[in-house]
């Protein structure tokens, strides 16, 4: 089998350099062991942070070991009486990661079936970690009330779509933030935002951004940081929720970026700022996969995906997030 190695921690945006493929062969499955082929994995920003050491919520890759993500697998043997060979199967039993390797040795403990029915790669998407990190995010940090308006950075990924059509399902004005011209018709043609933004080709998103809220902002739903940020940040209303999801505008910055730049704001207009992380909300994931499952199939969420074909091209699909070659999802088919 081969594995892809994390092979050093990358300076800034990682290169070709940070990864190392090997070759290796499995042994037979031992008791309570299953063994996979894997389908798809997903490629996620928050996995440049586990590229470096610093101190964070999840422990960093190791060097020299497989760089693991969320992913979806087939059973090809088990040693585990409640699988088959056959059967699709996630992470699961407090493991959320497979590493990527063509061919995995998993305890059965740690995998959970998945129902077939649906296509596989959402529960990386849609109805998986990105999708309930829209409905916790939103629901329960922005607390959207019909009337207001929402913006939304990041807005044509696999997050932002999903808020962006929650925050209108609220009876929200929704605006996206996103770069270039194609994501922006996305936004406001099929995904039904109100207005959207291309901040690659917007000198003055500053004023755009005032003319696509004209009663201002009362969620900023923030994926970026940055300038993005900065400039949105001038327009938050009265009593403005902010709820943190990312910063990948900051994932490979190596400085620590010029701050603070928001505490006049925030006091001025009593806003309510807060960072969160997925796994905060374990204990609801049940609400929220029901929540969104029943919205998909009522057609009230729609969702995209941008499926790049190969294990060898894991890297180049972590890396393409930070250059937006995704719109939706970015799902590695195996
Ligand atoms: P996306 O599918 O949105 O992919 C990343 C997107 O970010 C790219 O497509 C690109 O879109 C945009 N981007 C990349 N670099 C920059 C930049 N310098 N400035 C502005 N935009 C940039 O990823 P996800 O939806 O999975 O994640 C979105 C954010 O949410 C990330 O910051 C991620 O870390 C965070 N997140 C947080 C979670 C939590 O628990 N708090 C859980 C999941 C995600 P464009 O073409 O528009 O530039």
Redesign the pocket.
Known sequence: IQQILLNERPEGLPTADTFKTVTTELPAPANGEVLLQPLYFSV???MR?RMSDARSYIPPFRVREPIESGGVATVVESKDPRFTAGDLVMPGGGRNFFPWATGILFPGDHLRKIDGSISPSYYLGVLG??GL?AYF?LMDIGKPKAGETVVI????????LVAGQIARLQGCRVVG????EE?VKMLTGEFNFDAAIN??DNKHLDEAIAAACPNGVDIYFD????E?SDAVMQHLNFFARIP??????L?NSTEVPMGPRVQPTLIKFSVLMQ?????NYAPRYGEGMQQLGEWIRAGKIKYAETVIEGFDQLPTALL???????????IVKV
């Not at 943190?244 to 505008?249: K, M, S, Y």
């Not at 250059?323 to 939706?328: A, E, T, V, Y």
């Open positions: 996620d920003p928050y942070g970690m990105p990190t995010g950075s990041g807005a044509a990924g696999a997050v932002g933030i996103a770069g270039g994501k901040y690659k994926n970026v940081g940055g993005i943190v999801c990312g910063q990948i505008a994932y960072g969160f992380t997925i796994g393409g997030l930070f250059s937006g070659k995704n719109s939706g999802k970015m």
